[in-house]
């Protein structure tokens, strides 16, 4: 059930921007892999290019050994890639119910009754709510709603970006947990872009570290979270004077 992905050498660019160079990554089947960086490092255009909402000028993408670079992005989602893009995105005037069987359009089997109602399992506050026109949710609750929405596609692997943005900590915690349960109750592979560094390494189990487009570092989450430069970096464990003043070292760490 669950996918795999393996990304070699994309170069994506803005018009002349290149905002991706030369960046290769692995996600292996049943996995939850964190990419961080900060902003404007070219995490979301990496997961804009896996799923087919942008197209790379080199480089491949394959899902399970097959190609799928350059493919349209309702082609791509119909192999089972979900993408949940930074800001929700839920269609505002629409039921939540009718936002999660949007998540469903292109399936024809008769299994999306009972996936609908694993996502109110998930997700009780949708089921209370089901009837709500989704812009009145609160910010936690349409980020729910669109993990639900992606869910209700029955993939393989999903794409999370920045599902914890503008939110509460009890929401925070909340999400992260949902994500954790996905993975290992329904084999979901999972690729998540995540500015809360600290939930990210928690519930991953290898990261990649993004700087100016490039893979700057790697490793499993656990010797990330020891790594000086992700202390000083990310973790607060330095003077933000000292943080803001130093570059990534170009290497990397290899399993």
Excluded: C
Excluded at 41 to 50: M, P
């Amino acid at each position: 059930m669950a996918g795999s992905l393996i990304v070699k050498n994309i170069e994506t660019y803005y018009g002349p921007i290149m905002a991706i160079r030369g960046v290769s990554l692995e996600v292996r089947a049943g996995q939850i892999v964190t990419l961080l960086g900060a902003n404007g490092a070219g995490k979301t255009t990496v997961l804009k290019t896996i799923s087919g909402a942008m197209e790379p000028q080199k480089g491949s993408v394959d899902l399970d050994g097959e190609p799928i670079v350059n493919l349209d992005p309702d082609v791509i989602a119909r192999r089972g890639i979900a993408h949940v893009p930074e800001g929700r995105e839920v269609f505002p005037f629409l039921s939540v119910e009718e936002n999660l069987l949007m998540g469903a359009y292109s399936r024809k089997d008769k299994g999306v009754r009972n996936d609908l109602h694993a996502v109110y399992d998930y997700f009780p506050v949708l089921l209370e709510k089901r009837a709500q026109a989704a812009g009145f949710l609160s910010g936690g609750q349409q980020q729910m709603l669109a993990i639900g929405r992606a869910l209700m596609l029955a993939p393989r692997i999903m794409l999370l970006d920045e599902p914890s943005l503008g939110l509460s900590p009890k929401y925070v915690a909340e999400i992260a947990s949902i994500i954790t349960r996905l993975n290992q109750e329904r084999g979901i592979t999972v690729l998540l872009v995540e500015q809360n560094v600290k939930v990210a390494l928690d519930i991953s189990e290898y990261g990649y570290v993004m700087e100016n487009g490039r893979i700057v570092m790697e490793d499993t989450t656990e010797r990330l979270k020891q790594a000086t430069d992700i202390q000083e970096f990310y973790l607060g464990m330095k003077d933000e004077g000292v943080r803001g003043g130093r570059r990534w070292k170009q290497r990397k760490t290899w399993r």
